[in-house]
């Protein structure tokens, strides 16, 4: 199951610094997955390029982003979502709070196959029960824990 995943890598964080915008959260929501090598240096300017491009086409719900791109993969050595909750919600578009987002799920994938099949992971997670409510208020590393508990999903 994702959830157990991202705890299992140790690919969460609960960032309590304040971050000055979202570009900035973006950079800071990849640090999991520089640090286990899944990505290179490069990674969070390419997310940061696509918003740019494209719009803040990563917020899927108030409070809520999920910085992809599935743009031939660059900087990606391997497959994986990290979790990061910051203390204060991030504006993508100044005064649209239907933009802002404090729950990060940022998703890295060395191909259009599996960028698919993590987003589908994710939906799956998040569409279960109320596993979105809980993921949105978890304040802990033992609260992501609780969730995979209260799911009855296998746990170690």
């Given amino acids: 199951m994702l959830l157990q995943e ?14 000055d915008s979202w570009e900035e959260a973006i950079r800071v929501s990849c640090k999991p997955l520089i ?28 409070n809520l982003a999920m910085p992809h791109t599935s743009q ?11 979790f990061t909750r910051f203390k204060k919600p991030i504006s993508f578009v100044e005064g649209d709070p239907s933009k802002d987002a404090q729950v990060f799920f940022t998703l890295a994938a060395e191909n ?33 824990q609780n969730i995979v508990v209260a799911l009855n999903l296998p746990h170690k």
């Fill in 35 to 62: 640090e286990n090598d899944i990505v290179d240096e490069n990674y969070p300017q390419l997310l940061i390029d696509s918003v740019k491009e494209h719009g803040p086409y990563i917020v899927l719900l108030p």
């Fill in 112 to 144: 259009e196959t599996k960028h698919m099949q993590n987003m589908a992971g994710l939906f799956e997670l998040l569409s279960e029960g109320n596993t979105l409510e809980y993921v949105m208020s978890a304040q802990s590393v033992a609260d992501l």
């Fill in 6 to 19: 991202i705890l299992d890598n140790r690919l969460y964080q609960f960032v309590e610094e304040d971050v």
């Fill in 72 to 82: 031939n993969a660059v900087g990606v050595k391997n497959t994986a979502i990290a």
